[in-house]
């Protein structure tokens, strides 16, 4: 059980070198049920990287609060933008470290790492792999941590499309066999609306909810590019002032 | 590379020097003031008779030894402080540069005053000299520390001993490799003018003995030997390392 309650008071974004302060967040509210997979959709720039930081816990520069129902202190998993591994790691110590030590944890990286197509590289040092299998470890480890909570920015940018579309079905089946909560921020409204069951159309600054959106498409509905354009044509339609990324 | 093939080109690249400095005393002629390979073997041999060679050579590796991890431990510690923290920095970052260009010299011969004839200032003076050094590599280092990793391990809840072992510490490995690179030759240099200044043994002070008798030979011969094992600690110790620590590279 794990709901987020995001409720940001004021959140600036300090001067830097001669640029002005800028107040990204100013009343924001935002609940997430459990087990939801909501995407956050807004163009570049917008803030959104850093609220998965506030709600991760490492951006604590804000007034507000963030709080979990059901637990306390959720395990909370991040896939970066970029993926973030350590170089001088294996793949598979990647995937472990964040772990408890242990047998079962070693176990279950392994099976992750399987299930990814990563079978043969546990002792690959990440910077030997395509940026296509670094993001595939990176969700191994973001998954193998068994989260509560899931926070993923823009995963799967930089990919070439029929990478990243593969990709998207791993995750799509990932969510199935391991369900958590998950916050996935994205500037791509064909890639929100094939894997959210929930999409919140950010704006501003300051950032405001434009529109709150929930998606009821079947699997295989979402494996249609048809049905996705239809969902996705309605759901930006209504705010043209938005040209949101063509994907 | 292999082994082999590594020791070979180490091999060639010395025996070139070899063959230059022998032609080159062939073509002066005097051996007196440049003898060839042969004889400083000779000076080398004669020396290690009598045993002077290695209990000199101990004890100024001792001092070596003493002297250089000093000074990387405690360098290392001043200079990752200071990388992380600019108000430190900016603080004691002008004394670094004056103690950097302190001369050896001036520091030896205050160890010496302040301290007196011991072998305690004499380790102390050759650390102080490096200190500086290792603090200006390993502030690089920690400055340029990744935040994005950082971040990462604090968000996947890494103690404190696993951020430092996995992530802090390989990011520091090349500046800890090339401070101590530069930093044995360093040290070992101003050992000598320590001992030759204020010991009553070690290398420096049988090399000052044999200056004062224009002997050359023994100079070269012990000059010779003390290469000859930092050539070894830097291919048996210090490269082995460095390729362990770096094979993740592509």
Redesign the interface.
């Known amino acids: 059980m794990t709901a987020v309650r995001i409720d940001i008071a004021e959140k600036v974004f300090p001067a830097v070198s001669g640029a002005p302060a800028r107040g990204l967040y100013h009343d924001f509210r935002l609940e997430v049920a459990d087990k939801s997979f909501v995407a956050l959709l807004g163009p570049s720039g917008l803030g959104k990287t850093t609220l998965l930081?506030i709600v991760?816990?490492?951006d604590r520069d804000f007034k507000g609060r963030v709080a979990f129902d059901g637990k306390a202190a959720p395990r909370?998993g991040?896939a970066?933008q970029?993926p973030?591994l350590?170089?001088?790691?294996t793949v598979l110590?990647n995937v472990t470290?964040?772990l408890e030590p242990g047998a079962g944890s070693v176990e279950r990286a392994k099976t992750l790492l399987a299930e990814m197509g990563l079978g043969d590289a546990h002792d690959v040092?990440?910077?030997?792999l395509s940026l296509g299998m670094q993001r595939r470890v990176a969700l191994a480890?973001a998954f193998a941590?068994q989260p509560d909570l899931l926070l993923m920015d823009e995963p799967f940018v930089s990919l070439d499309e029929q990478t990243a579309e593969r990709l998207r079905d791993l995750l799509a089946d990932l969510v199935r066999r391991h369900p958590a909560t998950i916050l996935f921020v994205t500037h791509d409204s064909r890639e929100a609306v094939r894997l959210a069951d929930r999409v919140v159309l950010l704006a501003g600054p300051p950032v405001r909810i434009e529109r709150d959106v929930r998606i009821e498409l079947s699997a295989e509905a979402r494996r249609s590019s048809g049905e996705v354009e239809r969902v996705r044509g309605a759901l930006t339609e209504a705010a043209p002032a938005l040209s949101l990324a063509r994907g | 590379m292999t082994a082999v093939s590594r020791l070979g080109w180490w091999a060639l690249s010395l025996g070139v020097f070899v063959a230059v400095w022998w032609l080159a005393a062939l073509y002066y002629g005097d051996p007196k003031l440049l003898p060839t390979p042969p004889l400083v073997l000779d000076a080398l041999i004669a020396a290690a008779k009598t045993g002077a060679l290695f209990s000199n050579l101990l004890v100024t590796l001792a001092r070596v030894a003493a002297s250089f991890l000093l000074a990387m431990v405690i360098g290392s510690a001043l200079g990752i402080f200071l990388g992380m923290s600019p108000t430190a920095d900016r603080l004691v970052g002008p004394w670094i540069v004056l103690f950097l260009n302190l001369p050896a010299l001036v520091i030896i011969m205050l160890c010496y005053v302040w301290f007196g004839l011991v072998e305690s200032a004499a380790v102390a003076a050759v650390a102080i000299n490096k200190i500086p050094n290792v603090a200006v590599t390993l502030r690089e280092g920690a400055a340029a520390l990744s935040r994005d990793l950082a971040e990462m391990a604090r968000i996947y809840g890494f103690s404190r001993w696993k951020t430092l072992r996995h992530v802090i510490l390989p990011q520091l490995a090349p500046y800890f490799a090339a401070a101590a690179r530069s930093g044995l030759a360093l040290v070992w240099k101003i050992v000598l003018v320590v001992e030759l200044l204020g010991r009553p043994n070690g290398v420096g002070f049988e090399l000052q003995t044999a200056f004062q008798l224009w002997d050359v030979a023994t100079i070269l011969a012990y000059a010779l030997a003390f290469g000859l094992i930092v050539q070894a600690i830097e291919l048996g110790l210090i490269q082995p390392w460095e390729r362990a620590a770096n094979r993740w590279r592509r």
Do not use: H, T
């Open positions: 930081n991760a816990g490492v909370i991040y970066f970029s973030r350590l170089p001088w790691r110590q470290l964040p040092y990440p910077e030997r480890r941590l």
